[in-house]
């Protein structure tokens, strides 16, 4: 009688390849809470038109943040959202600046 065929194992860079990317592991701390870190703020529709009125440009004419910068994550911000960002100042007290989100620079 013959013998039954044994099934091949599949190599282990074969295995790797099947296998799901593990994910992201999550943030230790929300980094918005670090003190050196200024309050950031995902506009709304409103706000976005807003803003953009008020300077008369577009969105891709402000700087650019990355989607993947912590503060960015920690708000939920995606490519194509603004980012208010609000910093202390000692001499205006207050200072103001906007962000484009995107994927890479």
């Known amino acids: 009688m013959p013998a039954a065929k044994t099934a091949k194992k599949p190599s282990k860079?074969?295995?790797?390849?099947?296998?799901?990317?593990?994910?992201?592991?999550?943030?230790?701390?929300?980094?918005?809470?670090?003190?050196?870190?200024p309050l950031h703020e995902k506009l709304t529709g409103e706000a976005k038109k807003a803003v953009l009125e008020e300077f008369a440009i577009t969105p891709e004419q402000l700087p650019k943040i990355l989607a993947s910068d912590?503060?960015?994550?920690?708000?939920?911000?995606?490519?194509?959202?603004?980012?208010k960002i609000?910093?202390?100042?000692?001499?205006?007290?207050?200072?103001?600046?906007?962000?484009?989100?995107?994927e890479t620079a």
Do not use: W
């Open 13 to 37: 860079k074969a295995e790797a390849a099947e296998k799901p990317a593990p994910e992201p592991a999550r943030p230790l701390f929300n980094v918005l809470n670090h003190r050196l870190v």
């Open 70 to 83: 912590p503060a960015c994550k920690a708000i939920g911000a995606k490519a194509g959202d603004i980012v």
């Open 86 to 102: 609000t910093r202390q100042s000692k001499t205006a007290g207050e200072a103001f600046v906007f962000r484009y989100c995107v």
